[in-house]
């Protein structure tokens, strides 16, 4: 009796000290827009620390637009005749949080009971609960969005557009020193030249004029340099706002050059959020990245690999589903760009090497990276690449770029390399 009375006081101590982490919470808040109504926002909490955002996705019973087949499959064996298809979610490691029209944005920590680098099969009505953490969210901002991805490829992403929650804004206290004792000041008194009772005017005290803020200008800036030489290189910097409470993600885009002497750019930002960067250059590969702008410059160096025999380099923007190899289409721009590469350099032959992390059999690996790149070769094909110009190979886990342990780590691992061998 004595042992169970100490274990229901260190039950009780324990989540009293776990509510008190807990600063602020928003039960069911108010949301302006949702991207997919088949996931909802269930609760807030602030801590010291983190954002905890508790979400619910429930499928329905009829496919929701973009999560699969856009028509119903006659099945004999399935109730009513018709196949009950099912959804695949996720949550993206790149998600953000964002406030007063992107002028902050937090990034995201971890996901409960939802995968962050795959996919989750949930059948039609089954639903799940899941929890995603982001960086705190600053004392005084009550409303953020939620941008987890921009919808592609079939998939369509958990945003949220004016979420309110309560986060008060910091008590501030300062030592108050005792005012001196004057007298109050008493109005002017003017005597009046004409006939009746004199009264006192008061003059107004002058006032200085209001001076208006100047607004901050904030920009991307960098250097574009030949990543073997380090030597500058001028080149053509393409960008577009892709998303933001200040965009729907269709902005037009834009571009800029980098100065001949200097390689330095600089592209002016209007609008606060995320922005895709391509730049290329002549006799260079393109790359690629984004770039999240608040009320601070950013500042971005860009070194570009020259396109000569021996060169390998990692095509950062090719995905496939876990343990499968049929490409996705958001690989397509930039197996695009790599088939428009080859088209513009007749005589270039590549090498595409497949790797994959160490979870799993080896052998079983090694099919997987082979299958991969065949993939990709099949793609280039079709795009008008003779196929003699592509060889492939897969190295399953043999040759990792780090230790492989972590979960950060393995990502890395998980690659397709292009070797250049002729030009």
Known sequence: MKRQLLLFLFLLLTASGLRAQVQYTTESPRVDDINDTDVSIQRVELTAQYTIIYMKFESNLRRSPNRGWPFSIPMPNAPGGQLESVSNIGFQPTSRLYVNQGERSYKFIRAENIPAETRRRVQPGERVDFVAYFERIDPGYTVFDLYECKDGGGYVCFNFWGVHIINPAKKTYSQRTPKPQTRPQQPRYQPRTSPGVGKPEVTPPATAPKVEPVPVAVAINGVTRNAKTKETVSATISYQLISGAESAGDAPADSVRSDKPSGNYSIPVSKRGV?????????????????????????????????????????????FNASEYDLKPESYPELDRLAGLMLENPTMTIRLEGHTDTV?????????????VNEVKRYLVAKGIDSDRIDTVGYGPSRPINKNKSLKERPENRRVEMVIVNV
Not at 298 to 319: Q, S
Not at 360 to 372: H, Y
């Open 275 to 319: 922005y895709a960067i391509t730049v290329s250059a002549k006799g260079y590969f393109s790359q690629s990245d984004t770039l999240a702008t608040n009320r601070v410059s950013v500042n971005r160096d860009f070194d570009l690999i020259p396109i000569e025999a021996g060169a390998t380099v990692t095509l950062k923007n090719i995905y």
């Open 360 to 372: 799993g059999e080896f052998d079983a690996n090694v099919e997987l990276s082979r299958n991969r």
